[in-house]
């Protein structure tokens, strides 16, 4: 981006190789509030200020989260294949509910996800960690962003919500694209088709899943509801935890004050965790708010009514962090935004981060001298207005024999089992469906 552009270009290479330096210099020339393009031709504003984020968030009747509101998109001045529309047109979902509709959805999700057995997907998440990285670790190199960081997530949502692996798959794939901001309207289309068919399999076939309890919640939630929602989680669940685990193992492999605290146990690998979701935390502009009414700003501006405000919550983040650092402690706390603020606040925080956690602290067990394989320097970020995602993760390490007795890829796949089978099950059934799937994610790539 160039220095004199009156907006910030969310979605330039240069943007994402230095994110902050561009929200430090439109803070120091907006303030709070900083008038953003989310890709060209379409406008908006990001909130990149800790206190402000948390007013606006909490302020539901100024600002709203039903994306009907847009104003240049009413106007139809919003390009009909703009890829940021998959990530903004309105759906009927928890995230775009205002009020009672809110509370109503936002209830039948935290029901369904209160009624997984956390120690079960813990140990499932282990399990599946394990059997991700036995699939790679005779070669002695890796994307641990493509054959680690981005399936584990996606596995462990598969279980929670009765997936199969070819549902998975497909799920996955186009959910990058929409996230990529890439040929946004075929990529949602495939995520309808493949939940569609998932819905009606579990219509035939309840399950103990998250997929049935909100088929079944008393908040009667219509099919086309429980769809949306199902697109909904399983995509607000992966790509963040993804990303988390991503942005986590590069500050290891670039930082090595970073990599020496956890190697020497002076840091936790959860309170490392938090580190990143001060710094580098996985979501950078989503979700949207639209204000209801003209707001004014305190340099004299106006965000108008309608316009689209991302919440920065990685610009917020991380200008608290640094004015933590320079105080004396520089201690650390979980006050991060990271997960959001106010009703909408992510409902699946403890999930997110045991996958992330787990993912992390396995993948640093299992493989102790892992070396980033190319040039820091090299490392390419995604260009996504709404996220902070690396393109690829190449690793190097000394080859290890797999930690599993057999061979798990030899076996035939099997369905995954449900959240009710014993915690004993789990690398059984993890290591009987890992290697058809990791072949058609690899192929569908
Ligand atoms: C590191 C991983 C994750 C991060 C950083 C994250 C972050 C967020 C954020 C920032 C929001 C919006 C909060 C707001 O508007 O104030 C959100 C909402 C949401 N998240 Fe997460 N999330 C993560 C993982 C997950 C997982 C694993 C799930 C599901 C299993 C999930 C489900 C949801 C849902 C359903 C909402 C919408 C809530 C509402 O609108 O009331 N998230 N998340």
Redesign the pocket.
């Known amino acids: 981006m160039t220095d004199g552009c009156p907006y910030a270009e969310l979605y330039t290479p240069e943007f994402h190789r230095d994110p902050h330096r561009v929200y430090q210099r439109m803070r120091e020339a907006h303030g709070p509030v900083i008038p953003a393009m989310l890709e060209p031709g379409v406008r908006g504003w990001m909130a990149v200020d800790y206190t402000t984020i948390i007013a606006w968030?909490r302020d539901t009747g100024t600002f709203s989260?039903d994306s009907r509101r847009w104003r240049d998109w009413r106007e139809g001045l919003v390009p009909e294949q703009a890829g940021v529309l998959g990530m903004m047109e309105y759906r009927p979902?928890?995230?775009y509910?205002d009020g009672a509709e809110?509370q109503r959805?936002?209830r039948a999700?935290t029901d369904s996800?209160g009624r997984l057995d956390a120690a079960d997907i813990g140990s499932y998440t282990a399990a599946v960690a394990e059997s991700l990285i036995d699939a790679f670790c005779e070669r002695g190199e890796a994307d641990i962003l493509d054959e680690y960081a981005r399936l584990l997530?996606l596995l462990v949502?598969n279980r929670?919500f009765g997936f199969d692996e070819e549902s998975g798959r497909r799920f996955m794939t186009a959910l990058a694209d929409m996230m990529d901001a890439v040929d946004s309207e075929r990529a949602n289309a495939e995520l309808e088709r493949v939940v569609s068919a998932v819905i009606a399999r579990k219509r035939k076939e309840p399950g103990a899943d998250?997929t049935t309890w909100l088929m079944e919640h008393r908040a009667g939630l219509s099919d086309e509801e429980v769809l949306q929602?199902l697109v909904?989680?399983?995509g607000?669940?992966?790509e963040?935890?993804a990303?988390?685990i991503g942005n986590a193992m590069r500050l290891v492999l670039t930082d090595s004050s970073f990599s020496d605290e956890i190697a020497g146990a002076r840091i936790a690998i959860a309170d490392a965790v938090d580190h990143v979701?001060w710094r580098d935390?996985?979501?950078i502009g989503?979700?949207v708010m639209y204000p209801t009414a003209d707001v004014p700003l305190r340099n004299g501006g106006v965000v108008p009514e309608g316009s689209p405000v991302l919440?920065g919550?990685a610009a917020a983040n991380h200008a608290v962090a640094q004015e933590n650092a320079q105080s004396a402690d520089g201690a650390a706390n979980r006050a991060h935004?990271?997960?959001?603020?106010?009703?909408?606040?992510?409902?699946?925080?403890d999930?997110?981060?045991m996958?992330?956690t787990t993912g992390i602290k396995t993948l640093l067990h299992r493989l102790p001298a892992l070396r980033l394989a190319v040039d820091p320097d090299e490392l390419e970020w995604r260009t996504s207005p709404f996220s902070r995602s690396l393109t690829t993760l190449p690793v190097s390490f000394t080859p290890q024999a797999p930690s599993q007795e057999e061979t798990p890829w030899k076996q035939p796949p099997s369905p995954p089992e449900t959240s009710t089978s014993r915690p004993d099950d789990s690398a059984r059934s993890v290591r009987s469906s890992l290697s058809a799937f990791l072949a058609m994610f690899r192929r569908g790539r």
Request: charged share 5%; aromatic share 8%; net charge positive.
């Open positions: 968030c989260r979902n928890v995230l509910a809110h959805l936002r999700v996800l997530p949502m929670m998250v929602h909904l989680i399983v607000a669940g992966n963040p935890t990303n988390l979701l935390p996985p979501l989503y979700p919440l919550f935004l990271a997960f959001g603020v106010g009703p909408h606040r992510c409902p699946a925080q999930f997110a981060l996958i992330a």
